[in-house]
């Protein structure tokens, strides 16, 4: 979860955000007891908790934006980066972990070239831990989108992501060929 | 100011009503182990777990710090509970600090070794295993100091001076569980945060974590 090198914004995205915020802020006093509701709605909203975002709610309730952040690091459930267009979540509950869920995580992380909690620049991907998804018999367990993928070993993590590779070339190529014939 | 009458370990005080008992005994000269506790502070943290004493009537160990001083108070500053309590919490902290001190700025200014020598309690682990995480970085990124998260308590005594004494608001506690440390906004180092470089939190730093870079060299 390292905000450092947060993605880069998208155009217009900030504009979206300031003004999603802004609107979730006139709807609340100015508090400090206001700071989690808000920035719940704002995730709920925008789908994360963006750093322009996280700025904007500690002008409005006159505190230093570290302290945002630490309210948005210390819970799990704030998201610091947008999700991606495919989410892997990787299992670590105690069955998982057992069977080696850490091993399924880095491979992850080599393979996509970020760490845990974090989006890839093209924000195909995005990358979390879960604590259990309910099925211990499967372990390790990672639910890709709503795929539950079980047993998983460093090379069905290739076989995942390779899938989504076929998947986007395909797409592309029928987009191209589409073009072509108009 | 009205006084109260209290007995610590037998000795007989008159301390001001109303006052946190930690304080008191202080000022009375009795040592009571402490790393978070900050007297400006409306409501202590009592999160470092260190100031435990026993008073008369109470059945458990109280946090001195967050105990006011009362008529006919009688407190024992070491019993066995107390010394289980402070052991157990003592080693907690050093599970986790980069212990060499030898090689640690503040060597023979550090509140831990103090603590080490007032309750001869051995600055190494000996019941618990040493975490074994990765260290986490060093920021040295300023002109004035640098922070080792390595050797930081998390007592909060940065934190506080930066807030609500300087008021410049550039650092807090960041993140969760293991992974927590003293940081900026987005975790970016101190030199591109707000940060003034005043260096009060360093002063405040009751062990190695925040050090003046004059005395690293």
Avoid at chain 1, 146 to 173: M, Y
Avoid at chain 2, 125 to 153: G, Q, W
Wanted: aromatic residues 6%.
């Amino acid at each position: 979860m390292k905000g450092g090198e947060a993605l880069e914004l998208l155009a217009g995205e900030l504009e979206q955000i300031q003004a999603e915020t802004a609107e979730i802020l006139q709807q609340h006093g100015t508090g400090r007891q206001e700071l989690i509701p808000i920035i719940q709605e704002i995730q709920e909203r925008l789908g994360y908790l963006p750093k322009p975002a996280m700025e904007q709610v500690a002008r409005a309730l006159d505190i230093p934006e570290v302290d945002v952040y630490s309210v948005a690091t210390f819970y799990n459930q704030f998201r610091l980066n947008p999700p991606g267009k495919h989410q892997i979540k990787v299992c670590m509950g105690t069955a998982c972990h057992m069977m080696g869920g850490h091993i399924v995580m880095d491979s992850f992380e080599r393979r996509l070239e970020i760490k845990e909690g974090e989006t890839t620049p093209d924000r195909e991907f995005s990358l979390e831990r879960v604590a259990c998804v309910g099925c211990c018999a499967l372990a390790p367990v990672v639910v890709v989108d709503e795929k539950v993928e079980a047993k998983v070993s460093p090379i069905r993590v290739d076989g995942i992501l390779l899938t989504f590779e076929i998947e986007k070339k395909e797409q592309e190529k029928e987009q191209q060929e589409g073009g072509a014939e108009e | 100011m009205s006084k109260v009458n209290i007995t610590i370990d037998g000795q007989q005080y008159q301390v001001p009503a109303g006052e946190k008992l930690l304080w008191a005994a202080l000022d009375c000269g009795v040592y009571i182990p402490h790393l978070c506790a900050n007297k400006d502070k409306e409501r202590p943290d009592a999160s470092c777990r260190l100031c435990f004493v026993e008073i008369e009537g109470f059945d458990a160990p109280v946090t001195s710090c967050t105990q006011e001083v009362f008529e006919g108070m009688v407190v024992k500053t070491r019993t066995a509970r107390v010394d289980r309590l402070v052991q157990t919490a003592f080693e907690l902290l050093l599970s986790n600090h980069k212990l060499r001190c030898g090689k640690c700025p503040q060597n023979r200014q550090c509140e831990l070794q103090k603590i080490s020598r007032e309750r001869k309690l051995k600055l190494k682990l000996t019941r618990l295993r040493p975490l074994l995480t990765e260290e986490k970085a060093v920021d040295d990124s300023t002109d004035v100091f640098i922070y080792d998260p390595n050797r930081c308590v998390l007592c909060g005594q940065c934190i506080w001076v930066d807030h609500k004494v300087v008021e410049v608001g550039a650092i807090g506690f960041i993140n969760r569980g293991f992974k927590r440390k003293m940081g900026t906004f987005g975790d970016v180092p101190l030199a591109e945060s707000r940060c003034t470089q005043c260096g009060e939190c360093v002063k405040v730093c009751p062990v190695g974590a925040l050090v003046f870079k004059e005395k690293t060299e």
